[in-house]
């Protein structure tokens, strides 16, 4: 692999202990993928904040202690620990402890403190092609799909190189040519009725994920008065980078590299082309539930994060309600979304309603889930893949609106009649 006089002066030590280290990571998987060289970023988002173990707490104290500094902006994924609110919930001391040790390492390197799994909803937003190293899997996605920024999959520990560094291989996704559509996905016979329900774009993105795996996949057939917003979006890739790989999706006439289903593939042919009908996504969606009945114990929202327009959407839902007193419900978002809706007079009716917030973190990454809850509802495919594995809960999948009237009746209410046969 090619080195500039650059990067050599980093591998020596000339820049510091911290960016020699860095740096031999960097070159080693550079190695591993084959690539010819590196390259520039300008961004980073860092997932090892994430508390899972000694381990990666003394891998973060260990870069401290050699002084080392980010190179580019890098924001910092959740943490292990709601840092004000985790005597709230069943979170151990101990464990509070050594996550927040974690946050303050890395804040210490000079990363930006957002502490959401969403930053593309903040103001550090990246540009269409701009070249950065983002971790987290929904963020991945989104960044490369939404908004055409260019990013791999960097996993926990390599994304801090980057970062201090400013320097990853140059290969895969940072590359325009590795960027073309694989996979051809095309919605055939799907009601407009269904595409407009708001479970519509999580229960996708799990069958995505399924069908793409990790091939870039092209998307079309969907209806021309169906324009998602941007939390649809977030849904879609969140739930494709979990049940699958995917790490870029093309969204025909709405993501920036596919006006056109050609310019999606950059003018060549697919690899293969399937199709994905209503009775699919029905199926998709009753292998999101793996709770028997219809009993429940909590609803979560928030996976990826809350946003602003969420909270907005939340709020009415709510407003003059109040959830069933056996059942727990919490929304997890970021410090700053939490903020914004405070000022917004958005939190008043979720208080009201009984609803708790969590920031910095979610029920996946901290141990906070009460004892005796067994049944847990959500609207992200995200939380309903994930939580049998992590949190050892049966769940019920529905919509947002499905998820507060659940709340409300503390029992799974039966989904909009878009979704029944």
Avoid at 33 to 62: K, N, P, V, W
Avoid at 170 to 183: F, Y
Avoid at 200 to 226: C, E, K, S, T
Avoid at 263 to 277: D, G, I, K, Y
Wanted: proline content about 6%; aromatic content about 6%; glycine content about 8%.
């Amino acid at each position: 692999m090619q080195l500039t006089p650059h990067d050599e002066d980093l591998l020596s030590g000339r820049a510091g202990e911290a960016a020699a280290f860095a740096m031999s990571i960097i070159v080693r998987m550079g190695e591993v993928c084959g690539a010819e060289g590196l390259m520039d970023i300008t961004q980073a988002h860092i997932d090892s904040t994430i508390y899972t173990g000694e381990a990666t707490l003394e891998f973060a104290e260990r870069l401290a202690s050699m002084d080392a500094r980010v190179a580019v902006p890098s924001t910092m994924n959740v943490s292990g620990v709601d840092e004000h609110g985790w005597r709230d919930w069943p979170v151990p001391a101990e464990w509070a402890d050594q996550a927040y040790r974690q946050m303050v390492a890395y804040q210490g390197m000079g990363c930006i403190p957002t502490w959401t799994c969403a930053p593309y909803q903040t103001v550090y937003k990246p540009k269409f092609g701009q070249q950065i190293a983002w971790g987290e899997s929904n963020a991945i996605a989104f960044a490369n799909s939404v908004l055409g920024a260019r990013t791999e999959r960097y996993p926990d520990l390599m994304d801090i190189c980057a970062a201090i560094t400013a320097r990853v291989p140059a290969v895969g996704l940072h590359l325009d040519e590795n960027r073309a559509g694989q996979l051809l996905l095309e919605l055939t016979g799907v009601p407009r009725e269904l595409q407009l329900d708001d479970a519509f774009w999580p229960v996708f993105g799990h069958v995505v994920g399924q069908r793409a795996r990790d091939r870039v996949v092209v998307i079309d057939g969907l209806d021309p008065a169906v324009r998602p917003a941007e939390d649809d979006l977030k849904a879609l890739g969140a739930g494709a980078a979990s049940s699958g790989a995917v790490a870029l999706f093309h969204l025909v006439g709405v993501t920036p590299e596919a006006p056109t289903r050609a310019a999606a593939f950059q003018q060549r042919q697919p690899e293969a082309h399937e199709t994905v009908s209503t009775a699919e996504l029905r199926a998709a969606r009753a292998a999101l539930n793996t709770a028997p009945g219809n009993t429940l114990d909590m609803v979560i929202l928030g996976s990826p994060h809350f946003s602003l327009a969420e909270f907005r959407r939340l709020a009415p839902l709510v407003d003059g309600k109040r959830a069933h007193s056996d059942v727990v419900f919490l929304v997890t978002t970021s410090r700053i979304m939490r903020q914004l809706a405070d000022e917004a007079g958005l939190l008043e009716p979720l208080q009201r309603f009984g609803a708790r917030i969590t920031v910095d973190t979610c029920i996946l990454a901290t141990p906070m889930k009460p004892d005796g809850i067994g049944t847990l509802m959500t609207n992200s495919a995200k939380y309903a893949y994930y939580s049998p594995g992590l949190l050892n809960a049966d769940v019920h999948f529905g919509g947002m609106k499905e998820c507060v009237n659940s709340a409300i009746a503390g029992r799974v209410a039966e989904p909009s009649r878009a979704w029944r046969d």
